[in-house]
T-cell receptor, first 116, second 119 residues
Framework: AQKVTQAQTEISVVEKEDVTLDCVYE???????LFWYKQPPSGELVFLIR??????QNEISGRYSWNFQKSTSSFNFTITASQVVDSAVYFC?????????????FGPGTRLSVLP | GAGVSQSPSNKVTEKGKDVELRCDPI?????LYWYRQSLGQGLEFLIY????????KSGLPSDRFSAERTGGSVSTLTIQRTQQEDSAVYLC?????????????????FGPGTRLTVL
């Protein structure tokens, strides 16, 4: 069975601080995909990244970076020099390859508040 | 261009009433997905459509829930005899295709959701 855990329910940081959001997943499939989504106060989920299970290279996109560690089943997300606009709920998600796109499992989300 | 839209944005209903939630996907998107987000919970996948067909309805919480899609475009999620535990935000997403191989073509774009409150 698939499961995604985001142990941090809420995080508050002051602007310009770095912050890491944790994501731990469970799957029996050897091929799977991991995602991060951002849900700002407007409610719409915004796709941030998709990662497949056979590519463990870390990814950097501007102030965002992702650390994928298969050995610990983690896919953590770091925001460098956080900004107020980063305030949102962030979801980590998993989709196994055999039913990709047909059944996403989301974590409970981490609410990030960036204070000015 | 226009994104995914959902209506109504908010719906308050009484227990036992039926409700219909509407999703207008991005024009040309053949795949459509429904999710439920309960208070403090993550997203729960409900159902997806390939064109007008829903191959797997097992994600629907109960037989009070049904969904249809006509003309390969608009989809309606219907909840009959609503219960208080149905209160949640219902999110719709669409993607260009439903291919099993992930690509930019099956990236999901989400709508703003419909907040349903059952009194």
């Amino acid at each position: 069975a698939q499961k995604v855990t985001q142990a941090q329910t809420e995080i508050s940081v002051v602007e310009k601080e770095d912050v890491t959001l944790d994501c731990v997943y469970e799957t029996r499939d050897t091929t799977y995909y991991l995602f991060w989504y951002k849900q700002p106060p407007s409610g719409e989920l915004v796709f941030l990244i998709r990662r497949n299970s056979f590519d463990e290279q870390n990814e950097i996109s501007g102030r965002y970076s992702w650390n994928f560690q298969k050995s610990t089943s983690s896919f953590n997300f770091t925001i460098t020099a956080s900004q107020v606009v980063d305030s949102a709920v962030y979801f980590c998600a998993l989709s196994e390859a055999w039913n990709y796109g047909q059944n996403f499992v989301f974590g409970p989300g981490t609410r990030l508040s960036v204070l000015p | 261009g226009a994104g995914v839209s959902q209506s109504p944005s908010n719906k308050v209903t009484e227990k036992g009433k039926d409700v219909e939630l509407r999703c207008d996907p991005i024009s040309g998107h053949t795949a459509l997905y429904w999710y439920r987000q309960s208070l403090g919970q993550g997203l729960e996948f409900l159902i997806y459509f390939q064109g007008n067909s829903a191959p797997d309805k097992s994600g629907l919480p109960s037989d009070r829930f049904s969904a249809e899609r006509t003309g390969g475009s608009v989809s309606t999620l219907t909840i009959q005899r609503t219960q208080q535990e149905d209160s949640a935000v219902y999110l719709c997403a669409s993607s260009l295709t439903w291919d099993r191989v992930p690509s930019s073509y099956n990236e999901q774009f989400f709508g703003p959701g419909t907040r349903l409150t059952v009194l």
